[in-house]
């Protein structure tokens, strides 16, 4: 089968760094997105890694490797607007992108 | 510029009922993909549409169908409808720069449809 697993919940302060981990199983891999979604809102595009490193987007950085099927979001200088879901998602190959169940971001004054 | 839009926001209908959802894609773009997503979970993706085809679909059966007109919107349909399709449906368009690898880079989603069936 395919899977992603993150996190389902993190929590953390206002100003404060935090790395949410995806792993995933997939029968084809060609890169590693990750989508915000604002409670009752649309999944809104992040990042896209498709070689490994790091990507820097201001505040947001994502890092894959695909030797170790792993990825992360680093979000920094967390405001309380942070406070969201974030889906890691594989683009499969073919036309197809898999999201995992997403990891729920709390971020405390 | 608008976005990606889809219609109707909410939608109530009975077990056993038919519903159609429809989704205008990003200016520019001509790919249109459709997800469910169940409350608290991510997007299941169901199928995508190209050049007015389904070229992939994702684990849902035959009572869910589609269709993507000339002007690249697309139409959701979802016949015998059952408890377990409430949810949230998510249409995104991108853009088929490359047929295999680019086509889902970049996912720009509608803000859906909630289907609620009673």
């Known amino acids: 089968g395919q899977s992603l697993e993150q996190p389902s919940e993190v929590t953390a302060v206002e100003g404060a760094i935090v790395q949410i981990n995806c792993t995933y199983q997939?029968?084809?891999?060609?890169?590693l997105s990750w989508y915000q979604q604002h409670d009752g809102g649309a999944p809104t595009f992040l990042s896209y890694?498709?070689?490994?490193g790091l990507e820097e987007t201001g505040r947001f950085s994502s890092f894959l490797s695909r030797s170790d099927s792993y990825g992360y979001l680093l979000l920094q200088e967390l405001q309380m607007k942070d406070s969201a879901s974030y889906f890691c998602?594989?683009?499969?190959?073919?036309?197809?992108?898999?999201f995992g169940a997403g990891t729920r971001l709390f971020v405390k004054a | 510029d608008a976005g990606v839009t889809q219609s109707p926001t909410h939608l109530i209908k009975t077990r056993g009922q038919q519903v159609t959802l429809r989704c205008s894609p990003k200016?520019?773009?001509?790919?249109v993909s459709w997800y469910q997503q169940a409350l608290g979970q991510g997007p299941q993706f169901i199928f995508q549409?190209?050049?007015?085809?389904?070229?992939q679909r994702g684990n849902f059966p035959d009572r869910f169908s589609g269709h993507q007109f000339p002007n690249y919107s697309s139409e959701l349909n979802v016949n015998a409808l059952l408890l377990g399709d409430s949810a949230l449906y998510l249409c995104?368009?991108?853009?088929?720069?490359?047929?295999?690898?680019?086509?889902?880079?970049?996912?720009?989603f509608g803000s859906g449809t909630q289907l609620s069936v009673l």
């Open positions: 890694n498709g070689l490994d």
């Open positions: 995104a368009s991108s853009i088929d720069r490359d047929r295999v690898i680019m086509a889902n880079e970049k996912l720009f």
């Open positions: 997939t029968s084809g891999f060609y890169g």
């Open positions: 549409y190209y050049e007015e085809e389904e070229r």
């Open positions: 998602a594989v683009n499969t190959g073919g036309f197809k992108t898999i």
């Open positions: 200016s520019g773009h001509d790919t």
